[in-house]
């Protein structure tokens, strides 16, 4: 099931990217909801990824949590499944692993108890926050004993699926979705 879901969904993230006026649009309106909460406001250290382009954007959420003087970390892969978060901003040499994602390079290593809040990336969401991933178990591995808050920007294209949830599946705290505003 969650195979047939994600196939779907990232198929319709790649549509969406190539509407970069619509996806920009929608990810900004998310992106302000999550800057007016209470995670992002206390948050002093930041965890999140280098998107792909049929991802949603982190760019503009990296600039914003420098300008405000949090402190960036991003994921890297290790065999097994293994994941930890290191630091990062735009100065940073990147490297790009066999799946084409971006990684820092660098040694400086953040802790699961050093990182206040984590943007859970995903495919598709269900309303009571679970996520079916990439399928690589990465997040599902790292969250286990992750005691800050979590929280994923969900774009439409995301949503309306349901699945029953594995046994090892956690669900992120907070889903920040695309609110439709009115012209007034």
Request: charged share 30%; hydrophobic share 35%.
């Amino acid at each position: 099931m969650k195979k047939e879901i994600r196939k779907d969904v990232l198929n319709k993230l790649y549509n969406l990217s190539q509407k970069t006026s619509e996806k920009a649009t929608k990810e900004s309106n998310i992106l302000a909801q999550l800057f007016e909460s209470d995670s992002w406001k206390e948050a002093h250290v930041v965890g999140t990824t280098l998107a792909m382009p049929k991802e949603f954007n982190t760019g503009p959420l990296i600039k914003q949590a420098i300008e405000e003087g949090k402190i960036i970390v991003v994921p890297r892969t290790f065999g097994l499944g293994k994941m930890e978060f290191y630091y990062y901003d735009f100065s940073e040499k990147l490297e790009e692993t066999s799946f084409g994602v971006l990684e820092p390079t660098n040694d400086r290593k953040f802790g699961k108890d050093e990182i206040d809040l984590i943007i859970v990336p995903g495919v598709a969401f269900s309303p009571e926050g679970y996520r079916v991933g990439f399928g690589g178990g990465f997040y599902d591995r790292y969250l286990e004993a992750f005691k800050g808050n979590t929280c994923s920007l969900v774009l439409p294209e995301q949503t309306g699926y349901s699945w029953k949830p594995e046994d090892h599946d956690l669900p992120v705290n907070r889903l920040f979705y695309f609110k439709e505003t009115g012209v007034i």
